[in-house]
T-cell receptor, first 114, second 114 residues
Framework: KNQVEQSPQSLIILEGKNCTLQ??????????LRWYKQDTGRGPVSLTI?????NTKSNGRYTATLDADTKQSSLHITASQLSDSASYIC?????????????FGRGTQLTVWP | EADIYQTPRYLVIGTGKKITLECSQT?????MYWYQQDPGMELHLIHY???????EKGDLSSESTVSRIRTEHFPLTLESARPSHTSQYLC?????????????FGPGTRLTVT
């Protein structure tokens, strides 16, 4: 069964600190992995998209890594800000159809305290 | 910021009522999607469309129906709302030929059926 598991489920950090969120997946075949940020009451917004051949990608203070061999990804947030408080969702796409079917994790709820 | 809009943003309605959730995008995307998301849970695909006059059911069984008469418009209808339909409904769109296309999400409609 294709699945996407994220950890931790929730995380609280102080402003200015770094943190790393984890994503393990069993989706096969694999096309790409995305990290989305979802603010409360809003739709998800894409942070990064990585294909099989990419093992790291940065977007400002966000850096995603991908190990396609172990089927693991991480999202590292540097120098956290209050506005980083949100749910971070890992999404994996397969190659099995023209739709590029997406498998969603349940997200890690990050809270940044002042 | 993605040009995809959903109305209403919040809706509280009684059991048995017919409702239509609106979704429109101005990006000319051919593919559009409806997802259902409960608090702390992953997004589930309930409907999608490859283009005008094309609609398909997603992974999660839903009593809702959709239509795609115009490229930019993808409304979702519940003929008779029930408390079990209480959830957040997210609309998304994507375009382009690459499998690694980006999905842009609307802000969502939070539906409460009493």
């Amino acid at each position: 069964k294709n699945q996407v598991e994220q950890s931790p489920q929730s995380l609280i950090i102080l402003e200015g600190k770094n943190c790393t969120l984890q994503c393990n997946y069993t989706v096969s075949p694999f096309s790409n992995l995305r990290w989305y940020k979802q603010d409360t009451g809003r739709g998800p917004v894409s942070l990064t998209i990585m294909t099989f051949s990419e093992n790291t990608k940065s977007n400002g203070r966000y850096t995603a890594t991908l190990d396609a061999d172990t089927k693991q990804s991480s999202l590292h947030i540097t120098a956290s800000q209050l506005s980083d408080s949100a749910s971070y969702i890992c999404v994996v796409s397969d190659r099995g159809s023209t739709l590029g079917r997406l498998y969603f994790g349940r997200g890690t709820q990050l809270t940044v305290w002042p | 910021e993605a040009d995809i809009y959903q109305t209403p943003r919040y809706l509280v309605i009684g059991t048995g009522k017919k409702i239509t959730l609106e979704c429109s995008q101005t990006m000319g995307h051919d593919k559009m999607y409806w997802y259902q998301q409960d608090p702390g849970m992953e997004l589930h695909l309930i409907h999608y469309s490859y283009g005008v006059n094309s609609t398909e059911k997603g992974d999660l069984s839903s009593e809702s129906t959709v239509s795609r008469i115009r490229t930019e418009h993808f409304p979702l209808t519940l003929e008779s709302a029930r408390p079990s339909h209480t959830s957040q409904y997210l609309c998304a769109s994507s375009g382009g030929l690459s499998v690694a296309y980006e999905q842009y999400f609307g802000p969502g409609t939070r539906l409460t059926v009493t």
